[in-house]
């Protein structure tokens, strides 16, 4: 999906399809130097990672697996509930593993650090996490984040894995959704 589908909806570009390769492959770097002869499990968080994990796995030169999870701690509206629930869990036995969960956005921070514990407690040699966008004036709870893209405005974005009522996850930007988009819902 291109910027002139949805150019009515967005605000804004906030992050161009160029940046995010880009940003990808340096944070590949790094995980490349920091995790190198090890074997190491990424773990998608379902939906909003897929792009996100996709273009990181591929970016990467060392061997790798891949396992996904799907996790709610959303209510009925779009207000975090507190209680987060597993959608969908991994296949892969985490014992004596190096995992880095791949995220696409941090806000509260609430739902990661769950996971992050969660995770930590299946025997797992460590837990690190990977987020492409982190909105530090969302963050309820401070999480140790190892590899962060962009850190970026507490305004609704998508594009890139990132929705609103499932739409948008195919374009190309971040984009930044008018408030008229959300607030007639």
Same mark, same amino acid.
């Given at each position: 999906?291109?910027?002139?589908?949805?150019?009515?909806?967005?605000?804004?570009?906030?992050?161009?399809?160029?940046?995010?390769?880009?940003?990808?492959?340096?944070?590949?770097?790094?995980?490349?130097?920091?995790?190198?002869?090890?074997?190491?499990?990424?773990? =998608? %968080?379902? $939906?909003?990672?897929?792009?996100?994990?996709? #273009? &990181?796995?591929?970016?990467?030169? @060392?061997?790798? +697996?891949?396992?996904?999870?799907?996790?709610?701690?959303?209510?009925?509206?779009?207000?975090?509930? =507190? %209680?987060? $629930?597993?959608?969908?869990?991994?296949?892969? #036995? &985490?014992?004596?593993?190096?995992? @880095?969960?791949? +995220?696409?956005?941090?806000?509260?921070?609430?739902?990661?650090?769950?996971?992050?514990?969660?995770? =930590?407690?299946?025997?797992?040699?460590?837990?690190?996490?990977?987020? &492409?966008?982190?909105?530090?004036?969302?963050?309820?709870?401070?999480?140790?984040?190892?590899?962060?893209?962009?850190?970026?405005?507490?305004?609704?974005?998508?594009?890139?894995?990132?929705?609103?009522?499932?739409?948008?996850?195919?374009?190309?930007?971040?984009?930044?959704?008018?408030?008229?988009?959300?607030?007639?819902?």
């Amino acid at each position: 999906m291109e910027h002139s589908d949805i150019a009515d909806d967005l605000e804004s570009v906030l992050i161009t399809e160029q940046e995010i390769r880009d940003k990808i492959a340096e944070l590949a770097r790094r995980i490349e130097a920091d995790y190198a002869g090890e074997r190491l499990l990424l773990v =998608g %968080v379902l $939906r909003g990672a897929v792009m996100v994990m996709a #273009d &990181l796995a591929r970016e990467l030169s @060392l061997p790798i +697996e891949m396992d996904w999870m799907a996790v709610s701690s959303y209510g009925s509206g779009t207000q975090s509930s =507190g %209680v987060v $629930r597993i959608l969908k869990d991994l296949d892969t #036995d &985490l014992h004596g593993r190096k995992v @880095l969960i791949v +995220e696409d956005i941090i806000d509260s921070g609430l739902t990661l650090s769950w996971l992050r514990a969660n995770l =930590g407690t299946r025997g797992a040699d460590s837990v690190e996490i990977c987020a &492409l966008l982190r909105k530090p004036a969302a963050a309820k709870l401070a999480v140790d984040v190892r590899y962060v893209g962009f850190e970026i405005p507490n305004a609704f974005v998508v594009g890139y894995g990132l929705d609103y009522a499932e739409k948008y996850r195919n374009y190309r930007d971040i984009g930044i959704l008018a408030p008229h988009v959300y607030s007639s819902q």
